[in-house]
């Protein structure tokens, strides 16, 4: 697992970090991310993120749901055990709605979680390194990655002029792991050494 | 940026609404002079006169209910605290206005209906057949000429006063920036009328009036999903309104600060409330089929399987799965073309929804032809136009001074 170098500015407003993170992007520096403590309106845009394929991954889910339901009550009610319901015909396709509306929505909402928390690498014990804990409370935190180009004073004083309140320099690992925080440091100290 | 506040009606806007008037006027004169031309018996004449009278009630109410649908869509908006419809809240405004006019021809055709000695559409207003009927004696405090007229004009009257009275204390900011304290004592006002709108509005549209004007064409027969199902088709339709004369604004270079992120919302109005529908339409329709009741499946007879039925389907493939497919992706409700066509498809829809709940009546076996209906749609479709115009070009485009309308221009969906 790599452990890269990054150059992190702590932003404390909202209204700094937007310019901020334009003039990064115009200078040429690679944003790894930018963690806010609440989701910000157009930063994703202003990131150049591309749109979630995430609804399309739904619709997909949900017509599999649709096609489950409507496939299996067919097989079952007219081909595999056919039964008499209230004078119905073995095909009554009106009474088949609720539950394919039902199945359709569990496939989707279910598959759609799921989808989220693997694109997210959300997972029970499933740990990532975080820049500066106080992202998840009040302050604004842009990661710029170095490259074997990157002049690291300058892009400190970039950071600084952009109206980082502090700017460190980290070195982090960006995949996920499976442990805990507190046993998994040193592993992540001998690493750090390795490549400093 | 300075905003283009007021709204000047184009030349060949004014021609066009004019043109589409004097084409409904023609069609209703021509379709009279067709049903009414022939000799018969009295029942073929009835018949007859009956299709005519339909045509009229079909798109009188169905227009009537899509405009003070828009209202509704105000003040629902309103007493949610909902800021973002602001930045085109005068256009919701002009398309309330047509609600007294098209009110007025609406209750001149239902009381023309009801008074009249031909009971082809409603069956209740013949006294001396109600007597022989037991279901119709037992509904007769309910169904009777007395009750209808009465609640008929107390209805219409009280949707547009109530919708003056609203747009009224809208046109007040306009003068001048309110402060904080006057801002607080607007916006109690603007709540408390809007609240009485929606009471009126639950009275009338989600009870009692479809019941009186629609399903009394099927006397006998009565569904509690009626109502909400009707309210529904005429929601979805005056969003796609209020979508249409966004669209064409924006076109015309007005209302600079409304952009894609109000369509879209809007957009999501149109489909999830097309899909609104769909489940009261399905749900009315499930209960009747599974308990199969033969009093309860008549109505369902001449729609589902009878002479109606590919209109039925139809309509449900416009109402239902086209709003589903082509809305749901989030280009679709942010791009001009495929908004505008969507509007145009569910407005059409659910006018071919109402004309399935008003012509089995009257006509059961047989489906007029659909042309001169249409026809008359095209003249209501025109007097819409050209009272929104004339009252948009009336008052500034915006609202302003609204306290929330800073929240609709930077909003963001």
């Known amino acids: 697992m790599p452990v890269k170098k990054f150059i992190v500015g702590n932003f404390d407003d909202e209204a700094v970090l937007f310019p901020a993170v334009k003039k990064v992007r115009k200078a040429g520096y690679k944003i790894h991310d930018v963690y806010t403590p609440f989701p910000i309106h157009g930063l994703d845009s202003a990131l150049g993120l591309r749109d979630t394929s995430l609804h399309t991954a739904g619709f997909i889910y949900g017509i599999t749901g649709t096609a489950t339901a409507v496939g299996f009550i067919t097989w079952a009610l007219t081909t595999d055990w056919p039964i008499v319901f209230g004078g119905k015909p073995f095909f009554s396709l009106p009474a088949w709605i609720p539950i394919t509306f039902e199945l359709t929505v569990l496939f989707a909402a279910v598959g759609m979680v799921l989808t989220f928390c693997y694109l997210c690498q959300l997972a029970p014990f499933v740990k990532k390194d975080h820049f500066n804990p106080r992202s998840t409370d009040d302050t604004f935190v842009l990661a710029v990655e170095c490259t074997a180009k990157t002049n690291e004073s300058e892009v400190r004083i970039f950071l600084e002029n952009a109206g980082a309140k502090d700017v460190t320099v980290m070195n982090k690992e960006t995949e996920w792991w499976l442990g805990r925080y507190d046993k998994d440091d040193s592993k992540l100290i001998k690493k750090e050494e390795q490549i400093s | ?413």
């Open chain 2, 1 to 413: 940026m300075t905003l283009r506040e007021q709204f000047v009606i184009p030349k060949r806007y004014n021609t066009l609404s004019i043109a589409l008037m004097l084409l409904g006027l023609v069609s209703i004169i021509v379709l009279y002079i067709t049903t009414h031309g022939s000799a018969g018996t009295v029942e073929e004449k009835n018949a007859s006169d009956a299709r005519f009278w339909a045509s009229l009630l079909q798109n009188s109410v169905y227009f009537l209910l899509v405009t003070n649908a828009v209202m509704f869509f105000i003040c629902a908006t309103t007493l949610a605290w909902g800021g973002w419809q602001l930045s085109f809240r005068r256009v919701s405004e002009a398309i309330s206005t047509c609600v007294p006019v098209i009110g007025v021809i609406c209750g001149a055709v239902l009381l023309a209906i009801c008074f009249s000695n031909n009971h082809s559409i409603y069956h209740w207003t013949d006294t001396e057949h109600v007597k022989h009927d037991p279901i119709l004696t037992y509904k007769a405090g309910f169904l009777n000429k007395g009750f209808f007229a009465t609640w008929t004009i107390i209805t219409i009257a009280g949707w547009s006063v109530l919708g003056w009275k609203i747009r009224q204390l809208s046109r007040s900011t306009d003068d001048g920036a309110l402060n904080v304290a006057e801002g607080k004592k607007y916006m109690w006002n603007n709540t408390v009328w809007a609240a009485v709108f929606i009471t009126l509005f639950a009275l009338t549209v989600m009870s009692s009036i479809p019941w009186l004007w629609l399903m009394s064409i099927n006397a006998h027969w009565y569904s509690t999903m009626y109502s909400w199902y009707t309210f529904a088709s005429s929601f979805v339709a005056g969003i796609s309104l209020i979508v249409l004369f966004v669209v064409f604004l924006k076109n015309n270079n007005y209302l600079e600060l409304t952009n894609n992120e109000h369509l879209h919302d809007l957009g999501k109005f149109m489909f999830a409330f097309s899909i609104f529908w769909t489940y009261l339409w399905f749900s009315q329709f499930m209960l009747i089929w599974y308990a199969n009741i033969p009093e309860e499946t008549i109505y369902f007879k001449p729609r589902v399987v009878g002479a109606y039925s590919g209109l039925y389907w139809l309509m449900f493939i416009i109402n239902f799965l086209a709003p589903l497919l082509i809305l749901m992706t989030r280009d679709s409700k942010r791009r001009y073309s495929t908004i505008t066509f969507m509007s145009l498809l569910i407005i059409f829809g659910h006018w071919l929804d109402f004309y399935q709940m008003v012509f089995p009546g009257p006509s059961e076996s047989r489906v007029p032809s659909l042309l001169f209906d249409f026809g008359i749609a095209l003249g209501f479709v025109g007097l819409i136009m050209f009272v929104t115009a004339r009252s948009l070009s009336k008052v500034p485009l915006m609202a302003k001074n609204h306290p929330f309308f800073k929240e609709s221009v930077i909003h963001h969906t």
